[in-house]
């Protein structure tokens, strides 16, 4: 069974950092893209970060670009967002979600439950 | 504001049919494929059709959807109660280089 289990969310103040993890059990992590999307309270999805199966292709949003960081460990099947200078408006869940094909294809089939980020003072 | 645009809400009785729209430009569904999630209350999304109209196993034949130039769409059949839920639609954006996601139809099953 495919399971996504993400972690590492918490509150932290404006202009702090956190890293959020993303355990992955069930499917071979190492052949899929992952992807961070999130959602803040009452609003809709939004796609944050991508990351092809060995890396070689990352991806962000604008609103994050410079500040955000997503990286894996295939080894560790595990899926990282580390964030800096965070900010009020980062505040949501997080999903970690996998690509059911192409990054491009913007297909999710798998999900995890989601971390809560609340950036405030 | 979202990149792809959905009504935001729509409505219907048990068992008939729904349904909702997603409008975009050609950087996105004009030259990308389409999917829609399915999202209840506080659980994660969860994706309901891929490739403008493929249904991942499990996922009712209710469930169809279609994209025609720029817009695409989800038509729910035989409506249920259970089918109350968020209906999102995302497909690739070129220019952005990015995945879009529409702003997400609140469907009320009366």
């Known amino acids: 069974e495919v399971q996504l289990v993400e972690s590492g969310g918490g509150l932290v103040k404006p202009g702090g950092s956190l890293r959020l993890s993303c355990a992955a059990s069930g499917f071979t992590f190492s052949t899929y893209s992952m992807n961070w999307v999130r959602q803040a309270p009452g609003k809709g999805l939004e796609w944050v970060s991508s990351?092809?199966?060995?890396?070689?292709?990352?991806y962000y949003t604008d609103s994050v670009k410079g500040r955000f960081t997503i990286s894996r460990d295939n080894a560790w099947n595990s899926l990282y967002l580390q964030m800096n200078s965070l900010r009020a408006e980062d505040t949501a869940v997080y999903y970690c979600?996998?690509?059911?094909?192409?990054?491009?294809?913007?297909?999710?089939?798998?999900w995890g439950q989601g971390t809560l980020l609340t950036v405030s003072s | 504001q979202s990149v792809l645009t959905q009504p935001p809400s729509a409505s219907g009785t048990p068992g008939q049919r729904v349904t909702i729209s997603c409008s975009g430009s050609?950087?996105?569904?004009?030259?990308?494929?389409v999917n829609w999630y399915k999202q209840l209350p506080g659980t994660a999304p969860k994706l309901l059709v891929y490739t403008n109209n493929q249904r991942p196993s499990g996922v009712p034949d209710r469930f169809s959807a279609s994209k025609s130039g720029t817009s695409a769409s989800l038509a729910i059949s035989g409506l249920q109660s259970e089918d109350e839920a968020n209906y999102y639609c995302?497909?690739?954006?070129?220019?952005?280089?990015?995945?879009?996601f529409g702003g997400g139809t609140k469907l009320t099953v009366l």
């Open positions: 990351i092809s199966s060995s890396s070689s292709a990352i």
């Open positions: 995302a497909a690739w954006d070129d220019s952005l280089n990015g995945p879009v």
């Open positions: 979600a996998r690509s059911r094909s192409v990054i491009a294809a913007a297909t999710w089939d798998y």
């Open positions: 050609s950087s996105n569904i004009g030259t990308n494929t």
